[in-house]
C-alpha cells in the first residue's frame, strides 16, 4: 500500500514537538485500527456511497477528518472530488497526494474505504458532502476527470502548509481550490496555469483559513522540517504567528458562497453507530445525533 502523506501533516506543525522534526517519521505511521474499527469504517464508506448514489449527482465535493485538530476548532483536513465516472471505481476521490516513497506530489484515484481509512486511530470519524446544483455540478464534473487540466494544475513541490495566494509550493486542499476556479472561472490561458487559478480566486473574494499557530517555534519549524514551510508566507503574516491556508473549512465556506442552493451532508461515526446529518450547521461535537438525524448502525 502506498504510504500518502495529506494536508493532515500541517497538525505536526501545529502540535510540535520532536516526533515531527523529521518528514519521515510522519510518513511511516500507520493508523492501528483493529479488526472491529476497519469493519466500522467499511460499513461507513458503505453508508456514504449510498447517500450518494441516493443523491442523484455524478459527482461532489467531499472532505474527511484526519489527525486530531480540535485544539484549532479545525475538523477537517483533507478534501478532494468524489466522481461517479471515476476510471479507478465508482464514486472514487480524485484528490492530490504526497507520495512518501516517490517523495514527490502525485494526483490519485481512491476508493471511498481507503479515503475513509486513512485517518487517526481516534473515533470519532467525519466526512462531509457538497452536491451542487446541475450546472455547476457538471462543470465541476468534467474539469476534475480532465487529466490534462489535472495535471496542469498540480504544483511540483508540496507543503503542509502551504500559503493560497503562491505558486512557490502546494497543498491537497490548495489543488482542489485552483480546480474549482478552472471549472467556473472560463479561464482561458496556455501558461501559469496556477497563477491564473489564484488571481481568479482572489477576485472572487475567495478566504483561505487563517490558522493563529500561537507559539513562535511553529514558525521557525518551516525552516527546518522538510515538509513545512514558512518561506512562501507573508512576512506580515508570519510575525504575527498566522498561516492562510486552503482547508476544507475555506472550500466550503466559498463554495456556499458563491453556488446558490448547494446542499450539504456530513455524516460521522463512533461507538458503532453512524449519524447522517442535513444542513449547513455541524454536527456536535463527538458524533452526537440531532433530533432530526437519521442514525444507522456501523455493524
Keep these: 500500500?502506498?504510504?500518502?502523506?495529506?494536508?493532515?501533516?500541517?497538525?505536526?506543525?501545529?502540535?510540535?514537538?520532536q516526533a515531527y522534526a523529521n518528514s519521515s517519521v510522519f510518513c511511516d505511521r500507520q493508523a492501528t485500527l483493529s479488526a472491529e474499527q476497519k469493519n466500522q469504517i467499511l460499513n461507513f464508506s458503505t453508508a456514504v456511497k449510498d447517500?450518494?448514489?441516493?443523491?442523484?449527482?455524478?459527482?461532489?465535493?467531499?472532505?474527511?477528518?484526519?489527525?486530531?485538530?480540535?485544539?484549532?476548532?479545525?475538523?477537517?483536513?483533507?478534501?478532494?472530488?468524489?466522481?461517479?465516472?471515476?476510471?479507478n471505481t465508482e464514486w472514487s476521490v480524485r484528490q492530490l497526494y504526497y507520495g512518501c516513497e516517490e517523495e514527490k506530489p502525485s494526483i490519485f484515484d481512491q476508493g471511498l474505504a481507503g479515503f475513509l481509512m486513512t485517518h487517526d486511530d481516534k473515533l470519532p470519524s467525519y466526512v462531509s458532502m457538497l452536491f451542487l446544483p446541475a450546472p455547476q455540478e457538471q462543470q465541476l464534473e468534467q474539469t476534475a476527470l480532465n487529466?490534462?487540466?489535472?495535471?496542469?494544475?498540480?504544483?511540483?513541490?508540496?507543503?503542509?502548509?502551504?500559503?493560497?495566494?503562491?505558486?512557490?509550493?502546494?497543498?491537497?486542499?490548495?489543488?482542489?481550490?485552483?480546480?474549482?476556479?478552472?471549472?467556473w472561472g472560463g479561464i482561458q490561458t496556455d501558461s501559469d496555469f496556477r497563477s491564473k487559478a489564484q488571481q481568479w480566486l482572489k477576485?472572487?473574494?475567495?478566504?483561505?483559513?487563517?490558522?493563529?499557530?500561537?507559539h513562535r517555534y511553529v514558525i521557525w519549524a518551516g525552516y527546518f522540517v522538510p515538509l513545512i514551510h514558512a518561506s512562501d508566507h507573508p512576512p506580515e503574516n508570519v510575525d504575527k504567528n498566522i498561516f492562510e491556508v486552503s482547508m476544507p473549512a475555506s472550500i466550503e465556506q466559498f463554495v456556499k458562497q458563491r453556488v446558490a442552493n448547494t446542499e450539504r451532508v456530513e455524516m460521522c461515526l463512533k461507538d458503532n453507530r453512524i449519524v447522517i446529518h442535513r444542513g449547513w450547521d455541524a454536527i456536535a461535537d463527538g458524533c452526537v445525533a440531532g433530533p432530526h438525524d437519521e442514525v444507522l448502525s456501523a455493524s
Aim: proline letters at 2%.
Design 147 to 183: 487529466k490534462q487540466t489535472a495535471l496542469q494544475l498540480l504544483g511540483p513541490s508540496y507543503s503542509a502548509n502551504a500559503y493560497a495566494f503562491s505558486t512557490a509550493f502546494q497543498n491537497c486542499n490548495q489543488w482542489l481550490m485552483e480546480l474549482l476556479a478552472y471549472a
Design 1 to 17: 500500500m502506498k504510504k500518502i502523506l495529506t494536508a493532515t501533516l500541517l497538525a505536526g506543525a501545529l502540535i510540535g514537538g
Design 51 to 87: 447517500v450518494l448514489k441516493k443523491s442523484g449527482r455524478e459527482a461532489a465535493i467531499i472532505s474527511r477528518s484526519g489527525t486530531d485538530l480540535e485544539r484549532f476548532h479545525i475538523r477537517y483536513s483533507h478534501a478532494g472530488i468524489t466522481l461517479k465516472k471515476s476510471e
Design 203 to 214: 477576485a472572487n473574494q475567495y478566504e483561505p483559513s487563517a490558522i493563529d499557530v500561537k
